[in-house]
């Protein structure tokens, strides 16, 4: 051993006592995290201090599917509620956020849906559209219209009011509702621009 390594290992040594400071301190952090993230059974949380209430689900087979006009009320029969849906308007255009690609336009259709038992659930995945030939296209966000849908619930005297869009070829199309387990509630048929 070479004194001149004594030296070096001592001017090495802060960095190896940071190195291993940082190592344990990201573990530790990793357990918090870890801990924190986790679900705590015995603590339920409503979000608006609301008294929770109890949903009984639909038994039986689902309600058949009901053919939509446009502009007015179609009564549906959810998994958890009751109510109607209207399509206040459905309009084909080819401005947004992000312009559709060359042969394509946005299709916004704007929905109402009213509970008047239950409720009723409503979020993107529950909408679809399909071409004449059958090719079937989902949400988009590029319309500049106000999609971002999330997760929103129509319960009695509370309606929901949203659009839905979506980026597809201009044409007639057939836009469908599905319930929270995807069976169809209603169908319309839109015609195209």
Do not use: C
Request: net charge negative.
């Amino acid at each position: 051993m070479n004194e001149g390594d004594g030296i070096d290992l001592r001017r090495r040594m802060p960095f190896i006592v940071l190195g291993a400071a940082l190592v344990i301190g990201l573990i530790i952090g990793a357990v918090v995290w870890f801990v924190q993230s986790r679900p705590d059974p015995a603590r339920t949380e409503t979000g608006n201090n609301a008294p929770e209430t109890s949903l009984t689900p639909r038994t039986g087979t689902p309600a058949p599917v009901q053919a939509g006009v446009l502009g007015q009320p179609t009564e549906i029969v959810g998994l958890y509620g009751t109510g109607s849906v209207v399509v206040n308007r459905a309009t084909w255009h080819t401005t947004g956020d992000i312009v559709p690609a060359a042969g394509r336009q946005y299709l916004t259709v704007e929905f109402e849906v009213t509970a008047q038992g239950g409720a009723i659930a409503l979020q993107k995945e529950m909408f679809t559209a399909y071409e004449a030939n059958k090719t079937e296209h989902v949400p988009t966000i590029g319309a500049g219209e106000n999609n971002d849908l999330g997760n929103i619930e129509a319960v009695p005297g509370t309606p929901a009011q949203f659009t839905v869009s979506f980026d597809l070829p201009p044409g007639a199309t057939t836009v469908i509702l599905t319930d929270e387990g995807f069976n169809p509630l209603v169908v319309y048929e839109v015609p195209g621009p």
